[in-house]
């Protein structure tokens, strides 16, 4: 089974850019999405990415800041993030879904990162 690590989290500031890496084990064909829960709320779904075709689509919340790409050659999956506000502190999830399809259902994913922490501060 793949395995996925994320990294890239820290404390922010209002407006800042920030890039999160996911890298997984090896080569995988299928989509994968970001995910993010802050404390005391449901995780969220905030982006996903095709693997062969390079398809995005966002969450509204989202949607003209962040950008999802990936490099193949590198079985890295990025999450640009722009213009962070404080809303945006959670800890940041990559995962890999199990259909060919893109979804923003967490239960259509079946492997998961650790996490990584992003933290905003006005």
């Known amino acids: 089974q793949v395995q996925l690590v994320e990294s890239g989290g820290r404390l922010a500031q209002v407006g800042d850019s920030l890039r999160l890496s996911c890298v997984a084990s090896?080569?995988?064909?299928?989509?994968m999405g970001w995910f993010r829960q802050a404390p005391g709320k449901e995780r969220e779904f905030v982006g996903a990415?095709?693997?062969?075709?390079?398809?995005?689509f966002y969450a509204e919340s989202v949607k003209g800041r962040f950008t999802i790409s990936r490099d193949d050659a590198k079985n890295t999956v990025y999450l640009q993030m722009s213009s962070l506000k404080p809303e945006d502190t959670a800890v940041y999830y990559c995962?890999?879904?199990?259909?060919?399809?893109?979804?923003?259902?967490?239960?259509?994913?079946?492997?998961w990162g650790q996490g990584t922490q992003v933290t905003v501060s006005s």
């Open positions: 995962a890999q879904e199990k259909f060919p399809h893109l979804s923003r259902d967490s239960s259509d994913y079946d492997v």
């Open positions: 990415i095709s693997w062969t075709v390079g398809v995005t």
């Open positions: 090896r080569r995988t064909s299928r989509p």
